[in-house]
């Protein structure tokens, strides 16, 4: 969690209410008017032994925390369960000082400092599951201290920006301690609260905390969601984890419509593209029409929208995350963004080198979701090295201190700012060697010794693209263009990775001969890994080499090929097709060439040559369309030259 807190309030202090003042109840509830008291009365019933459970984020009861800690009275072996809070330790001396033992589900900056302190633990658990255990009393609390808004006029409270796990400790509690906050915005859905279940109350009237991510001014950043986004199709469900990059590639997705969100937590990102009409939720298969989380942090833009707007559903967390709820939302994309990935694809998210960073939190349970949703995809994001550039996130393997969060058999894209790796259902080997591709250029030499030595790859495994820094070996994905060709059907034209072997492999040994012959000029009968791997496996930059496939990315079949090598003598490329023969004949041909001479042309190549069987009119047809053609016979084949305009 990069994002911060604002506390505009003065931490601690609740004002006291006057009777003109607009938190006093409503007429009508004088019954509740013996329950509020002071934070001192409200917490006295709280004794040594006791388990407390604290409310979400930015509705952090911390009038009530800090008073707790502020008690003047014994209490020994007190544990706090708590998600993520805020402003619930209080400062001491520059240090953060708590006499209590907190047992947190997430790892925020003042946990992290409490865990070292030898003051509290981290519960890795997916926040989903949460409410089950409080239910069987594992996570049993004696009070629950929340902050909600003031009662309405039939006496109920809306739990305002959290419903989270707030609502299974309420409801398990043995008393129920609360912040009744005017500002607090009143959110529909499953958030109301009879004043009856409330044992004690404070009234706070001050502002909510506010929560907001600095904004991106870094290039590798805006690329990742520039990546992101692109898998974004129209009337995608999102959900947007707590993160920088998740948060950013919201920015990124204009020109989509009716996308929806189906969200653990909503940030201000969503508001523009609420405003904007692009965020409509009428293509949701669910709850249509709606934007369905469980949390927010966000600022009082987003809090201002939210309050009594039936546009917005808040749930418990267990119902949002529960991955067969998930499911039931028609191409459900769920980014979430992650520390480190090894080379099997096993994903931390909670750890990075030894310490605790947020949580588990409902990440595997998005994975799942999305990856069962009709159209779903479940997507990892992560720079591919540490902001200094020292460390490769991608790691040949997870290190001490890193923890998996997302098992190598659940993830399914994963993406850097050099790429997007497709893992699920992958080879040991192919996950390796996609995850190798989209790692920092500098670092990918060392990955691949590394796989080979661990027997990942085989011994003379080699990639074209892990030469270092200097040279452009970024996988070049702006070069990835859509089409509809002539007979309706949609494919992509993209450069061709290294693992696309297989896919051309496939090809090969569809051809039928004739095309075999005019392809490679012999009766080949066998395409070896290595020989594929020479028509795909390329450097971006004196060989190029682009596929064409055909259905959904996470099923795509390779279609047709490209592939060109510039002589360095006369800086003329070298090209070859092939093209499968029941997608002959659809213009294929001609837009492979016209990317394979734009990319060449942005490379300074002077044009093209190619040796065209005198029987492949198709060929020489397409030789023409190029630029200035000559030809010269040798034998039964044509030398041609195709010089660009
Ligand atoms: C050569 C090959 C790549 C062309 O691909 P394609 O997708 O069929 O090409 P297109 O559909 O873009 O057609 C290219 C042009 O050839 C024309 N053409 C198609 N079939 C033809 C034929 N049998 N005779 C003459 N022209 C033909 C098309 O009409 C088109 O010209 P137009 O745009 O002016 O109408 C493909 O046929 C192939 O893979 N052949 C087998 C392997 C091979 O020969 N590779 C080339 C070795 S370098």
Redesign the pocket.
């Known amino acids: 969690m990069e994002g911060k807190f604002s506390i505009r309030n003065i931490l601690g202090r609740a004002r006291p209410v006057s009777p003109a003042d607009r938190s006093v109840l409503p007429d009508g509830l004088s019954r509740y008017k013996d329950k509020i008291t002071t934070p001192e009365n409200a917490l006295s019933m709280i004794k040594s032994g006791d388990r407390i459970f604290l409310g979400t984020g930015c509705a952090t009861p911390r009038t009530l925390a800090l008073a707790l800690e502020n008690l003047d009275k014994v209490l020994d072996d007190v544990q706090i369960y708590h998600f993520l809070v805020q402003g619930a330790i209080p400062m001491h001396a520059g240090a953060l000082q708590t006499r209590f033992f907190h047992k947190a589900f997430f790892v925020d900056n003042d946990m992290r400092e409490i865990i070292k302190q030898g003051k509290g633990d981290y519960i890795p658990i997916s926040i989903a599951h949460v409410p089950h255990l409080v239910k069987k009393g594992v996570f049993a609390a004696d009070a629950a201290l929340i902050q909600v808004t003031m009662p309405d006029k039939h006496g109920f409270v809306s739990l305002g920006v959290s419903a989270d796990v707030t609502h299974s400790f309420i409801q398990q509690a043995r008393t129920v301690i609360a912040e009744l906050n005017p500002n607090m915005p009143r959110t529909c859905g499953d958030t109301y609260l009879s004043m009856d279940k409330i044992d004690k109350a404070v009234v706070v009237d001050e502002p909510v905390l506010e929560y907001m991510y600095p904004p991106i001014d870094d290039a590798v950043a805006e690329h990742i969601a520039r990546n992101v986004a692109r898998l974004i199709d129209n009337g995608s469900t999102l959900q947007v984890g707590l993160g920088r990059i998740p948060n950013e590639m919201l920015r990124y997705i204009d020109g989509r419509r009716d996308l929806g969100i189906h969200s653990d937590v909503i940030c201000d990102s969503i508001v523009d593209l609420i405003e904007r009409g692009i965020i409509t939720g009428q293509a949701k298969s669910i709850h249509r029409g709606q934007i369905v989380t469980s949390y927010c942090l966000g600022t009082q833009r987003l809090y201002d929208l939210i309050d009594n707007n039936p546009l917005f559903a808040f749930h418990p967390i267990e119902y949002v995350c529960d991955p067969a709820v998930i499911s039931k939302n028609n191409k459900m994309v769920s980014v979430t963004q992650a520390q480190a990935v090894d080379l099997m694809g096993q994903v931390c998210s909670d750890q990075f080198g030894g310490e605790f960073y947020g949580g588990v939190s409902a990440k595997l349970d998005f994975m799942r979701g999305a990856a069962n949703s009709p159209g779903g995809k479940p997507i990892i994001c992560l720079a591919s090295t540490t902001e200094n550039g020292k460390e490769s996130r991608i790691r040949h393997l997870l290190r001490e201190g890193e923890g998996v969060t997302i098992p190598r058999s659940d993830v399914h894209y994963v993406i850097t700012e050099y790429g997007t790796a497709y893992l699920f259902g992958k080879s040991i080997r192919e996950k390796a060697l996609a995850l190798i591709e989209i790692a920092h250029p500098s670092f990918r030499a060392e990955l691949l010794d590394e796989a080979r030595r661990m027997g990942y790859v085989r011994e003379g495994q080699d990639l074209k693209c892990k030469i270092g820094d200097t040279h452009p070996c970024r996988y070049p994905d702006q070069e990835e263009r859509d089409y509809t060709l002539k007979n309706g059907s949609n494919v992509v034209i993209r450069p061709s990775r290294a693992s696309d072997v297989r896919g051309l492999q496939e090809i090969f040994y569809q051809?039928p001969p004739e095309?075999v012959y005019?392809?490679f000029f012999s009766g080949l009968k066998s395409l070896s890994v290595s020989q594929a791997e020479h028509l795909c496996n390329v450097d971006y930059d004196k060989e190029m080499a682009f596929v064409v496939t055909h259905g959904e990315r996470e099923n795509e079949k390779i279609i047709?090929s490209s592939f060109y090598v510039v002589d360095p003598s006369n800086n003329m490329a070298d090209?070859?097709?092939?093209?499968l023969h029941e997608?002959?004949?659809?213009?294929?041909?001609?837009?492979?060439?016209h990317r394979m001479a734009k990319f060449a042309q942005s490379k300074g190549v002077k044009g093209f040559t190619?040796?065209?069987?005198v029987g492949?009119?198709?060929?020489l047809?397409?030789a023409q369309?190029c630029g200035k053609m000559t030809t010269k016979i040798v034998e039964d084949a044509y030398e041609v030259e195709m010089l660009f305009d």
């Open positions: 051809l095309d005019t392809r047709g090209v070859a097709y092939m093209i997608w002959q004949g659809l213009g294929l041909g001609t837009m492979l060439q190619a040796d065209i069987l492949n009119p198709t060929m047809k397409l369309k």
